[in-house]
T-cell receptor, first 114, second 109 residues
Framework: DVKVTQSSRYLVKRTGEKVFLECVQDMDHENMFWYRQDPGLGLRLIYFSYDVKMKEKGDIPEGYSVSREKKERFSLILESASTNQTSMYLC?????????????FGPGTRLTVL | GQNIDQPTEMTATEGAIVQINCTYQTSGFNGLFWYQQHAGEAPTFLSYNVLDGLEEKGRFSSFLSRSKGYSYLLLKELQMKDSASYLC??????????FGKGTRLSVIA
């Protein structure tokens, strides 16, 4: 079974703090994604990566950065956390195989910024 | 960009059948995913349709019409555990999946 793990299920941070959200997948997937999910807005793509050291902006990259130094690990960084970044953050990975880009999701990190 | 439209909420009775519709507008369409997401949990894969028509998988079936930009998820013999959000995600080209806002289904006794 594909497993995508995230470093924390719940996180509380203060405004202005630097926040690291870690995601690790164990199936040698090339593609990794970070989403945030908010009521009424659905899943929105923040950043994604198709390979080590590569990153692409999604729909809402402002206030975030990412790092992919190893294939299995994709980190989301909030340089200076703000209250409007309180959200559920979901990491996903997929193997590009032509027919199916099925994304496997981690359990999510519920981040609260005070 | 993509426009994805699905109802926000639906309610159905245990044992009944419910159909969740999704319409979309996208270029370079490959196929369409449906995901299920229980409250507080991650989305999990339900189905992927590439060709027109109905694909059945147990109590769940998914339909696609490529020419109409339309899909639906059909849930039969509803159970309480089917209460969840159902996310429609058309897949285009080599771009990441874009998800609809989801339909929250409540199954009542």
């Amino acid at each position: 079974d594909v497993k995508v793990t995230q470093s924390s299920r719940y996180l509380v941070k203060r405004t202005g703090e630097k926040v690291f959200l870690e995601c690790v997948q164990d199936m040698d997937h090339e593609n990794m994604f970070w989403y945030r999910q908010d009521p009424g807005l659905g899943l929105r793509l923040i950043y994604f990566s198709y390979d080590v050291k590569m990153k692409e902006k999604g729909d809402i990259p402002e206030g975030y950065s990412v790092s992919r130094e190893k294939k299995e690990r994709f980190s989301l960084i909030l340089e200076s956390a703000s209250t409007n970044q309180t959200s559920m953050y979901l990491c996903a990975s997929s193997q590009s195989s032509g027919r199916l880009d099925e994304q496997f999701f981690g359990p999510g990190t519920r981040l609260t910024v005070l | 960009g993509q426009n994805i439209d699905q109802p926000t909420e639906m309610t159905a009775t245990e044992g009944a059948i419910v159909q969740i519709n999704c319409t979309y507008q996208t270029s370079g369409f490959n196929g369409l995913f449906w995901y299920q997401q229980h409250a507080g949990e991650a989305p999990t894969f339900l189905s992927y349709n590439v060709l027109d028509g109905l694909e059945e998988k147990g109590r769940f079936s998914s339909f696609l019409s490529r020419s109409k930009g339309y899909s639906y998820l059909l849930l039969k013999e509803l159970q309480m555990k089917d209460s969840a959000s159902y996310l429609c995600a058309p897949h285009s080209g080599n771009t990441p999946l874009v998800f609809g806002k989801g339909t929250r289904l409540s199954v009542i006794a």
